[in-house]
């Protein structure tokens, strides 16, 4: 089972924990509209993610069939954010204003955090809410700013992309270049001591 698979039912499990936790201690029933195996399968299900390609489709040509939700705290959110994006932390999740604003918005909803985790949970959990217009980017806030705003193409690594630069082969000195070589202080040779023969007798 590779990372991905196993880090999506790990967030599918957490995600349920973590309802269930919140549920109790509210006075408002949640019922869910989808089971915890048809939530399985809706993570394999490419449809429900959003591409890297397809975010930056989003972003840069501001496309008004999508709303970027940005479930961080608000401190985070305050400090920086994207332009143009809501923001819904996601602790405050089950609030009546949270709810509301995904049942009455008209657009596709990208969920997005700081990582996967938040992002998974937030997603599993208006999916099995019964909120289908909801699809999650799992790169985060990060991606966005640093690849497809800065155009920082060398600061962020994903899956599957390979360094520019082989950094090890960089390193291994090259035929023929001068290579620095520290003058080490001569050391003394050892010199064994003979054994002195005992002298005198009985």
């Known amino acids: 089972m590779n990372a991905k698979k196993r880090l999506a039912i790990g967030s599918v499990l957490f995600g349920v924990i973590l309802i269930a936790a919140v549920a109790l201690t509210r006075d408002r029933d949640y ?7 048809e939530t399985l399968g809706a993570i394999t299900d490419k449809s429900n993610f959003i591409s890297e390609a397809e975010m930056r489709d989003i972003v840069l040509n501001n496309t008004d069939n999508y709303i970027l939700v940005d479930v961080r705290n608000p ?13 819904m932390p996601a602790r405050n999740l089950l609030s009546e204003e949270s709810l509301e604003f995904f049942g009455n918005t008209d657009k596709t909803c990208i969920i997005y955090c700081a990582g996967a985790v938040n992002t998974n949970q937030v997603w599993m959990t208006l999916y099995q809410l019964g909120y289908k217009d909801i699809r999650a980017f799992i790169p985060g806030h990060t991606y966005i700013k640093e690849k497809i705003l800065n155009n920082n193409r060398d600061n962020l690594l994903l899956d599957g992309e390979k360094p520019r630069y082989d950094y090890a082969k960089e390193a291994t ?17 050892i010199v064994k001591r003979k054994k002195k023969m005992v002298e005198g007798g009985c």
Do not use: L, M
């Open 173 to 189: 000195p090259k035929e023929g270049s001068a290579t620095v070589v520290k003058n080490e202080p001569k050391r003394q040779p």
């Open 75 to 87: 401190h985070e959110y305050t400090k920086d954010h994207i332009k143009g994006s809501v923001n």
């Open 31 to 37: 019922t869910f509209q989808v089971s915890d195996k």
